[in-house]
């Protein structure tokens, strides 16, 4: 069983499996792609399991995903996105972030964050 959420970001450098793109000439990628393609059967998971609970902090996070995956953001999500914002942060908050993943969507922001990371390492 392949399993998969195809809201999620495609590979770094690739097309996504399902994508009608040619797969760069990678020997790994090329049987990725065709293990997809030999699937002939579809399940479909309506049931979140990740962001589970049913208070009402899980439910906004949820609602947040969401509206953020389909690009429909409301002021209702706005706001609470604000409340995690870096600088409406405490700095012991913050501090909660340091190890966590980053995104960019440069190559030069990825460089500068990896020279300052390593930087402090020393």
Same mark, same amino acid.
């Given at each position: 069983?392949?399993?998969?959420?195809?809201?999620?970001?495609?590979?770094?450098?690739?097309?996504?499996?399902?994508?009608?793109?040619?797969?760069?000439?990678?020997?790994?990628?090329?049987?990725?792609?065709?293990?997809?393609?030999?699937?002939?059967?579809?399940? +479909?998971?309506?049931? +979140?399991?990740?962001?589970?609970?049913?208070?009402?902090?899980?439910?906004?996070?949820?609602?947040?995903?969401?509206?953020?995956?389909?690009?429909? +953001?409301?002021?209702?999500?706005?706001?609470?996105?604000?409340?995690?914002?870096?600088?409406?942060?405490?700095?012991?908050?913050? +501090?909660?972030?340091?190890?966590?993943?980053?995104?960019?969507?440069?190559?030069?922001?990825?460089?500068?964050?990896?020279?300052?990371?390593?930087?402090?390492?020393?």
């Amino acid at each position: 069983m392949l399993v998969g959420d195809f809201h999620q970001l495609p590979p770094i450098g690739q097309a996504a499996l399902y994508s009608n793109l040619p797969a760069r000439p990678l020997e790994l990628a090329s049987y990725g792609k065709g293990a997809y393609k030999a699937i002939n059967q579809t399940a +479909v998971l309506n049931q +979140v399991m990740r962001q589970g609970g049913d208070d009402a902090k899980s439910s906004a996070f949820r609602t947040a995903l969401i509206e953020l995956r389909s690009d429909s +953001v409301s002021n209702l999500t706005w706001k609470l996105l604000l409340t995690r914002y870096k600088q409406g942060l405490s700095t012991n908050k913050v +501090v909660d972030f340091n190890n966590a993943i980053q995104l960019y969507s440069t190559r030069a922001a990825v460089g500068k964050y990896n020279t300052i990371r390593l930087r402090d390492l020393l």
